[in-house]
């Protein structure tokens, strides 16, 4: 079964410094990964996503992650964190299922806070 | 281009009772997930729609169950409500039933049992 690990729970980075957020997975075929933002009391907005090809993916907001296949890891990183950055950040794994279809798991977040 | 919507926005409701939470998926899109994501966690999986049956379920008790309508939007069900199924319930929904693997996510049901 897919488990997605991430190692951070809070993390807390000055406006203007640069952020990575960690990810680990486990999964035993090559696998679609994403990271997902979620503002307080909002849903989960995509912010990019691998599902082969290029291991340095670019996403929404000036975000981008780098799957990195002997260190099953998929970290989540911005050059220069703005206020407005600040919320809880998910990475999942997604995986075909037998007989069709496929979900996501998830890991416990990471929350972000942004010092001015 | 709307997105993925849900009803109600908040829910309150007692033990014992049941519960019916409604999703429309983002246009263009034929599968419609639904996810229980709990105070301090990540979503986790229920079940998901494509072509109005059930095809996958995840680790969730019979008392969650679903709809999905000829126009791809679909209901969550909870009987029997219990104090721990207070969560905020999320729909996601993806198109050519998740071959391409994403999914894209509604704002959210917080559902708060009494």
């Known amino acids: 079964a897919q488990s997605v690990t991430q190692p951070d729970i809070h993390i807390t980075v000055s406006e203007g410094a640069s952020l990575e957020l960690r990810c680990n997975y486990s999964y035993g075929a090559t696998p679609y990964l994403f990271w997902y933002v979620q503002s307080p009391g909002q849903g989960l907005q995509l912010l990019l996503k691998?599902?082969?090809?290029?291991?340095l993916v670019q996403g929404i907001k000036g975000f981008e992650a780098e799957f990195k296949r002997s260190q099953s890891s998929f970290n989540l990183r911005k050059p220069s964190v703005h206020w407005s950055d600040a919320a809880e950040y998910f990475c999942?794994?997604?995986?075909?299922?037998?007989?069709?279809?496929?979900?996501?798991?998830f890991g416990t977040g990471t929350q972000l806070k942004v010092e001015l | 281009d709307a997105g993925v919507t849900q009803s109600p926005t908040h829910l309150i409701k007692t033990r014992g009772q049941q519960v019916t939470l409604r999703c429309s998926p983002k246009?263009?899109?034929?599968?419609v997930s639904w996810y229980q994501q709990a105070l301090g966690q990540g979503p986790q999986f229920i079940f998901q729609y494509y072509e109005e049956e059930e095809r996958q379920r995840g680790n969730f008790p019979d008392r969650f169950s679903g709809h999905q309508f000829p126009n791809y939007s679909s209901e969550l069900n909870v009987n029997a409500l219990l104090l721990g199924d207070s969560a905020l319930y999320l729909c996601a929904s993806s198109p050519d039933w998740g071959a391409r693997g994403e999914q894209y996510f509604g704002p959210g049901t917080r559902l708060t049992v009494t």
């Open positions: 246009s263009g899109h034929d599968t």
């Open positions: 999942a794994v997604g995986a075909r299922l037998t007989g069709g279809g496929n979900k996501l798991t």
């Open positions: 691998y599902f082969s090809g290029d291991t």
